[in-house]
């Protein structure tokens, strides 16, 4: 069960957090706490020599060709290639809030209805959008290759959509799409679950011609009665978002299986995708998989090549591409996932719901 108990560690920590990201301790691996993305400020003024083949296609596939274990860990660029917010930037903003202090277990005590609105508006966002061609290029590593893991940060079901495996996608964050119950004592949940609006109380936050003015602080929100706002089947409690908010523990069995995973074997190579490999969690990861071999660990990001901690934290095989990983994935992949059809290329296609359809004929 994801949000209810706080997490011990009864063992030396296996992550070593770099120097980089220095307000992390062994509990920031438990617990969701908010960093910036760019801590490029504090880059260090004394540049480093660069691997000579850093940024080169061609070296990175001679490397792919070499490996075998794989780890992804996404970020918010993967969603933002598909054209989505997502509030993780320091002032992201909803209507007259802070969206970090609307994600808090405190603000949903405080006002279910507010919180479920700000949610339902996200659900109704993300299910705008499509999977683009970096989800269906990582969707498509993981069929070919069943030594891949990717863990995501991003809430939105965009790998799911794309049709990534399941035992091979860890959403580290949770789901927008998965409901659970709010009781800290009932395991109820409902993953997968595209239902909007949810409910009628929450049908404002899911058609576009009702956006503009829920968007407009100016103008008052009718306050919504939690009674009319979805319950648990099984005890009645309020449902809730099955997201991890500010201040609680990541799933804990999700996070042993991935450590599992990396303590298998040695890792080859980590793909750090649309976040930095230098702040948590990339970082911590692409540190765990360097102490057990060779690893190469690879950023793809838009500023990969303008963020001077990226750079200066690069080891002689890493690399690090700069630009949209709608557009990297596929090319940097292509030698093992071959050309992906043109409609998953474009981003047009959503496998999740071809496959809905073909079922329903
Ligand atoms: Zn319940």
């Known amino acids: 069960m994801l949000f209810n108990k706080p997490l011990y560690l009864s063992a030396p920590p296996r992550f070593i957090i770099t120097s980089n990201t220095p ?15 760019s801590e490029d400020k504090m880059a260090s003024k004394n540049q480093k020599q660069l691997p000579k083949e850093y940024n080169s296609i061609t070296a990175f596939h001679k490397k792919l060709a070499e490996s075998k274990r794989i780890l992804a860990v996404c970020g918010a660029g993967l969603s933002a290639a598909s054209g989505l917010a997502t509030f993780r930037g320091a002032g992201g903003h909803w209507r007259e809030h802070k969206a970090t202090d609307l994600a808090t277990p405190g603000a949903f005590r405080r006002d279910p209805g507010l919180v479920w609105l700000f949610y339902a508006y996200r659900r109704h966002m993300a299910l ?70 949810l409910c009628p109380a929450l049908a404002p936050a899911a058609s576009s011609s ?25 005890c009645h409690s309020l449902q809730r978002p099955g997201v991890v908010w500010f201040g609680e523990p990541l799933e804990e069995g999700m996070l042993d299986e991935i450590d599992r995973w990396i303590d298998a074997g040695p890792v080859d190579i980590v793909l750090v995708i ?15 998989c ?52 043109k409609e998953l290329l474009e981003g047009t296609e959503d496998q999740a719901e071809s496959k809905a359809e073909e079922k329903t004929q």
């Open 23 to 37: 307000a992390f301790s062994v509990k920031a691996r438990h617990f969701f706490t908010w960093k910036g993305d």
């Open 128 to 197: 705008s959008v499509k999977p683009n061609a970096g989800h269906h290029a990582l969707a498509a590593l993981a069929k070919k290759n069943p030594d891949f893991l990717c863990l995501t940060q991003n809430v939105d079901n965009l790998h799911q959509r794309s049709l990534h495996p399941p035992p091979q996608l860890k959403p580290l964050h949770g789901s927008l799409f998965t409901l659970t119950c709010s009781s800290p004592s009932c395991t109820w949940s409902s993953p997968n679950n595209y239902a909007s609006p």
């Open 210 to 234: 009702s956006l503009s003015q829920l968007l407009d602080p100016s103008h008052p929100l009718d306050p919504i009665d939690p009674k009319s706002l979805p319950h648990c089947p099984d």
């Open 274 to 288: 649309g976040t930095s490999s230098v702040v948590y969690p990339a970082a911590g990861y692409a540190e765990a």
């Open 290 to 341: 360097r102490t057990k071999g060779h690893t190469s660990v690879v950023t793809v990001n838009l500023d990969a090549d303008q963020n001077r901690q990226t750079l200066n934290s690069l080891q002689e095989e890493d690399f690090a591409f700069a630009g949209d990983a709608a557009e990297l994935l596929p090319e940097l992949l292509k030698p093992v996932i071959g050309e992906l059809p």
